[in-house]
């Protein structure tokens, strides 16, 4: 078991261009996350899919980003026209199940808007 | 608002000293709260979780935690510390399929 792979493990973007970040969870969990880690912020939660659907984006900044699930094996997050406060470590985790699971998380993509 | 909380943003002790981590929550009915470590570079890592029944939890490479319901609290303890703790700690509470998370305590080992 490789754990959550996240993919690349550094991007670096100008101002105003797209960045698509990428997930593996582990093999036969149903439910992956998406944060944001700032040292400001913190952690915070973006979204929820569960069995590869949409469940909860409350935390998606709504006009520039996006996320999909469109198969078990790989979820992805795109920032369009990203902005140097997007700077940050998107995590993504996986459980085996949604409701009081454990969460097993990535290593993180750190995204830098130059 | 249902949160965790915690109040030390670092914490520094002595290699083999003890160790303890504060964190206080903030949730309607019974909890169910979760200990996270971060290393460098790293995702987190559980090192515990807590749900309703015992309320001292024991977690990996020595680690434990209390759970009080009259204190509001969840902290994290270790007996004795190692080099190899130097990492950021995080308490976490489970919003039903979502965890909302502490600000983290930094926690630097003294060799």
């Known amino acids: 078991n490789a754990g959550v792979i996240q993919t690349p493990r550094h991007k670096v973007t100008g101002k105003g261009q797209e960045a698509t970040l990428w997930c593996e969870p582990i093999?036969?969990?149903?439910?992956v996350f998406w944060y944001r880690q700032t040292i400001v912020q913190g952690l915070e939660f973006l979204t929820y899919?569960?069995?590869?659907?949409?469940?909860?984006d409350s935390g998606m900044p709504k006009e520039r980003f996006s996320a999909q699930m469109p198969n078990q094996s790989h979820s992805t997050l795109k920032i369009q026209s990203t902005q140097p406060q997007d700077s940050a470590v998107y995590l993504c985790?996986?459980?085996?199940?949604?409701?009081?699971?454990?969460?097993?998380f990535g290593a993180g993509t750190r995204l830098s808007v130059l | 608002a249902q949160s965790v909380t915690q109040p030390d943003a670092r914490v520094t002790v002595s290699e083999g000293a003890s160790l303890q981590l504060r964190c206080k929550y903030s949730y309607f009915g019974t909890p169910y709260l979760f200990w996270y470590v971060q290393y460098p570079r790293q995702g987190l890592q559980l090192l515990l979780k807590?749900?309703?029944?015992?309320?001292v939890v024991q977690g990996v490479n020595g680690f434990e935690a209390e759970f009080s319901k009259s204190n509001s609290s969840f902290h994290l303890r270790k007996a004795s510390v190692h080099w190899s703790d130097w990492a950021v700690y995080f308490c976490?509470?489970?919003?039903?399929?979502?965890?909302?998370f502490g600000t983290g305590t930094s926690l630097l080992v003294d060799p």
């Open positions: 807590y749900y309703p029944g015992d309320p």
């Open positions: 899919f569960r069995n590869q659907a949409p469940i909860d």
């Open positions: 093999s036969g969990h149903s439910a």
């Open positions: 976490a509470v489970d919003m039903g399929y979502k965890l909302t």
């Open positions: 985790a996986s459980s085996l199940r949604a409701s009081q699971n454990t969460l097993y």
